[in-house]
């Protein structure tokens, strides 16, 4: 009985599954093709790449990546980066959780138009950023330090993660804060023990979100910094310049470069549709 | 404990939320806070529990002002109508959590914890998340937390409404039971007038923000002082009738003549309200003093045993309940009776005038 039934249904069903396939399958390659080839050319050597047409590497080589690993003047570049990255995530969310609570469960004069205007913060071009604080900067100190580019990428990434942790903290009920008060907590205990938890998702895509624009953006970074704390993406724009084009050495930095992104979006994947609408799904 | 609301008001924006109260709630006693949505239940509670500061008054335990004292340092347990639990918390921790702020010893938050999951027959789940867990069951692991807590006031915000009809039922009786025995204030609030009437103890009547009325249950069934509490408390609504008293005759608005009830022939000639229960319409004059109606119908609702008959009655909207089923047709005519003594009478103000030997046989 049931071998007939698969039978006659089985052809079907096949044929729309491969039609399905087929246009993935091209979706997907092209996607992924600018990041292979990347990958491709960061095991090439530099004469392949300029000589040859090749789909994949003809003389595997990981001399670009030891070169990455072991010059001090490219892997500092990572450890800057990735200092004030999780520099300001740190301090985002810190400083957003307590914002993003007020928000949710108070009303008071002006609440909902300070909301808005947070977001207006994010409306402006960085450019438009950059001379102040290089003037400031220059004149407290906090000129080429982790800290003060990790402050910089605050007034993108604040409201972002004040607005984020905003929609997931709405979605819990106010009667588990006041379950949380009768039962005795304290507002401290309640917030960490109970609140943070409930929220934790929400916590980890406000943390991807940061990380991420602070990660990708260049210009701010670029400006605020000289030798100490110059990120990454400086260090592959600037040897640009220097005898000719390494383009080896720079297609595996843009690979490495890659590399946190896709680390932190797997811990978050579950989550991510509901952080672009601002935690409001 | 005993728990004085002493001329409590909560004013938000510019709405009162609470008109003036005062209110004593003895030790140990059962009291429902009955009416509508939105009549200012939940306000009320809220400021009873010391979530809501209120705008004047004073909140006493025992004769103590406790309206500065945070709701972290009263000994208060509240159950919501939508099931609050910690959701990160297994049952067990959910329960437990109250315990634990208090530094109970383990041993001690273990047997308390297992003895409560017993009572509402949780121990099976004590070790799942509360969303694991059906709607009746996180409900009553809500309740298991307020119990084992011990608390001097216990309230309950409308605990079963979002439960199935069997579960309710057998809460019902358990509920009042299980907190009572603690020696604890518990006020439970509901919407349904039936609802009060089966947990009995003392029922206080709200409305639009105001107690209309506090008292023992039935008492305040049987003798509303006021039209709004007989309206409160009554489900279906009560049916009213405007007349004004003219000797020993009654008229109503579109001219129909009544003969006055006997009892009622004493008051002064004045316009009035009657008031009539759905379930004292009867079909058949069970006495020649009856008085009669003739009305229309407009719907028939059938509930298996008994039939509500909407209809109108020259201006106003009635309902009968009846036993037994009726199929009236849509609009035909028919003639509704009622005892003399089962009339409620209302002056202008809206006070009750009925003498009290009367309303005995409601």
């Keep these: ?281 | 404990m005993s728990l004085t609301v002493d001329h409590v008001s909560k004013v938000v924006g510019r709405d009162t939320h609470i008109h003036p109260t005062t209110l004593t709630l003895a030790a140990g006693s059962l009291n429902v806070l009955l009416g509508a949505t939105l009549a200012g239940k939940t306000s009320l509670m809220r400021l009873m529990a010391g979530l809501d500061k209120p705008t004047t008054g004073r909140i006493l335990w025992q004769g103590q002002d406790v309206t500065a004292k945070p709701v972290q340092e009263r000994n208060v347990a509240m159950v919501y109508q939508q099931f609050i639990n910690y959701p990160s918390l297994s049952v067990y921790e959910n329960i437990a959590s109250p315990l634990k702020i208090r530094g109970l010893p383990k041993k001690t938050i273990q047997a308390k914890v297992h003895e409560a999951a017993e009572l509402l027959k949780l121990t099976p789940m004590l070790k799942r998340r509360p969303l694991e867990l059906s709607g009746g069951q996180q409900q009553r692991c809500a309740l298991a937390r307020a119990l084992v807590k011990e608390a001097d006031l216990v309230l309950l915000d409308e605990p079963l409404a979002n439960l199935d009809y069997k579960l309710r039922e057998e809460l019902r009786v358990e509920l009042p039971r299980i907190f009572t025995a603690s020696g604890a204030v518990f006020v439970y609030t509901t919407t349904e007038p039936t609802e009060a009437l089966l947990l009995g103890g003392n029922t206080i009547t709200l409305h639009q923000g105001q107690v209309t009325q506090m008292g023992n249950t039935l008492e305040v069934y049987r003798y509303p002082q006021t039209l709004t509490t007989a309206q409160v408390f009554s489900d279906p609504p009560l049916n009213t009738l405007s007349v004004t008293k003219q000797n020993q005759l009654l008229k109503t608005l579109k001219g129909q003549v009544l003969a006055c009830p006997l009892a009622l022939q004493t008051l002064p000639d004045a316009p009035y309200t009657l008031g009539f229960r759905p379930h004292h319409f009867t079909l058949q004059p069970s006495s020649p003093h009856d008085l009669a109606f003739h009305t229309q119908v407009t719907v028939v609702e059938l509930s298996g045993s008994e039939s509500f008959i909407h209809l109108k009655h020259e201006e106003e909207r009635w309902v009968a309940l009846v036993g037994g089923i009726h199929d009236f047709p849509l609009g035909s005519a028919i003639t509704l009776y009622v005892a003399p003594e089962q009339v409620y009478c209302f002056n202008e103000q809206g006070k009750w005038m009925s003498p009290p030997s009367l309303a005995q046989a409601a």
């Design chain 1, 1 to 281: 009985m049931s071998t007939v039934a698969t039978s006659s249904i089985a052809p079907i069903k096949k044929s729309r599954f491969s039609r399905q396939g087929i246009v993935m399958t091209v979706y997907l390659v092209f996607l992924l093709l600018p990041i292979y080839w990347l990958i491709n050319m960061s095991l090439k050597t530099n004469e392949e790449i300029l000589s040859t047409f090749s789909l994949w590497p003809q003389h595997l080589t990981l001399d670009n990546y030891i070169k990455i690993f072991t010059d001090p003047s490219w892997y500092s570049g990572y450890i800057n980066s990735i200092t004030y990255v999780v520099l300001n995530t740190v301090i985002s969310i810190t400083v957003a959780l307590p914002a993003a609570y007020a928000f949710s469960r108070y009303r008071f004069l002006g609440d909902k138009h300070l909301f808005f205007w947070l977001l207006t913060n994010r409306m402006a071009p960085p450019a438009v950023f950059a001379l102040p604080f290089f003037q400031l900067y220059s004149s407290v100190g906090l000129f080429d330090t982790h800290i003060g580019v990790a402050l910089a990428h605050c007034l993108f990434n604040v409201p972002l993660a004040v607005w984020i942790l905003e929609g997931f903290m709405s979605g819990v009920p106010k009667e588990i804060d006041e379950t949380a008060y009768i039962d005795g907590y304290s507002f401290t205990r309640f917030f960490t023990r109970i609140f943070m938890p409930l929220i934790a998702s929400g916590i980890g895509v406000t943390a991807f979100f940061c990380f991420m624009f602070s990660w990708v953006e260049l210009l701010l970074a670029r400006t605020l910094t000289s030798v100490a704390a110059k990120p990454i993406a400086a260090t592959m724009t600037r040897t640009v310049s220097a005898s000719g084009m390494d383009w080896g050495v720079l297609a595996a930095a843009g690979v490495l470069t890659i590399i946190p992104g896709a680390l932190v979006i797997w811990f978050v994947r579950n989550y991510i549709a509901k952080g672009f609408a601002l935690g409001r799904v």
